[in-house]
Nanobody
Framework: VRLVESGGGSVQPGGSLRLSCAAS??????????MGWFRQAPGKAREGVAI???????TYADSVKGRFTISRYNPKKIVYLDMASLEPEDTAMYYCARSTRPFFRPGFNQALYEYWGQGTQVTVSS
């Protein structure tokens, strides 16, 4: 059981992408859990990008505010990350994960997330 990320690719600066995160195998409802998108650039630690709580409330890293939008479609157990105005600094492997407990908001504390997928690569270059 894990989450599967998709939608990555290579784009030019200023471009857009939509990433998707879907459950593979049986997984209890995602609707009661906080879902997060994280990314790891080469040579850097993994960092939080955006989270959406079970109530739909969202939090974004300062570096992506106003450019990225996280959303969720609970019936399909899918979480999206819409990325616009992409910059070379956004180049990274992007991962999604689920909080370890329902009705719980762990922020960007990665130790409190589980079901990490293999990631989807986003490359922004001219």
């Amino acid at each position: 059981v894990r989450l599967v990320e998709s939608g990555g690719g290579s784009v030019q600066p200023g471009g857009s992408l939509r990433l998707s995160c879907a459950a593979s195998g049986y997984i209890s409802s995602l609707g009661s859990y906080c879902m997060g998108w994280f990314r790891q650039a080469p040579g850097k630690a993994r960092e939080g990008v955006a989270i959406v709580g079970n109530d739909g409330d969202t939090t974004y890293a300062d570096s992506v505010k106003g450019r990225f939008t996280i959303s969720r479609y609970n019936p399909k157990k899918i979480v999206y990350l819409d990325m616009a105005s992409l910059e070379p600094e956004d180049t990274a492997m992007y991962y999604c994960a689920r909080s370890t407990r329902p009705f719980f908001r762990p922020g960007f504390n990665q130790a409190l997330y589980e079901y990490w997928g293999q990631g989807t690569q986003v490359t922004v270059s001219s």
